[in-house]
């Protein structure tokens, strides 16, 4: 869209064990609100952190301290009147939410302030989110003419039905500490440890090897469309295929070495 104005910003933390890499959407004056060329940056963002082949995680935020991301460019979809433009607009924030669902490692989502429909569609396609006390999570779309879809799918997975339809339905906010019970976020700290919060996480992310997160991850997305016996089955050659990488033989032993010694 003509005129917008935001950034990406994608720092790096190069560790001997690999890299973490944080990427910060800035459409601060406008709660990070995003809108077509915003999507599309942040889609190319972590199309490009997939290909980073020493990527342990990636921490996922909003800046300017009030929002995570506030939604949908609302100016954007109200001059939409075509079907064509809502299905591509529409497609386009599925597109990010599927970049982040694919990117290799674990995608962490750091959240204080507002986080509103898509940018919750796009928290919940992210692997772990952790909440400042102050954030505030909500699906607005009906009270603006709209249905909430695409990602939105996820919400029953974190959820359940019932409270993604008084989400849904009645469009009201909720805070940080409902959506903790809730079990849509994985955490939540003052706002003064979140970012410690959120660095004891990657720190835990990082301790793991490299190639079993990766397997993890991509087993765990595998689970979502696979029946039990299926996703059974599944882990079962997610596990032989890492004993032959033998990536487990060093730290395993380790173990077991420390185990004598005591």
Known sequence: MAGSVHKVDISWDRRPAGTVATVVFDNSRRLNVVGPPALLDLTEAFLGLAREEDLRAVVFAGAGGKAFIGGADINHMAAMRHPDEGRTFITMIHKLCQAIRDCPVPVICRMEGYTLGAGLEI???????????????GMPEVKVGVPSVVEAALLPRLIGWGRTSWMLLTAENIDAATADRWGMVEQVVPLDRLDVAVARCVDSIVEGTPKSVRAQKRLMRRWERLSLDEAVQAGIDSFAQSVGEGEHIEPMTAFVNRKKKG
Do not use: L, S
């Open 123 to 137: 928290a919940a396609a992210c692997d772990i989110r952790i909440a400042a006390d102050n954030a505030f999570f």
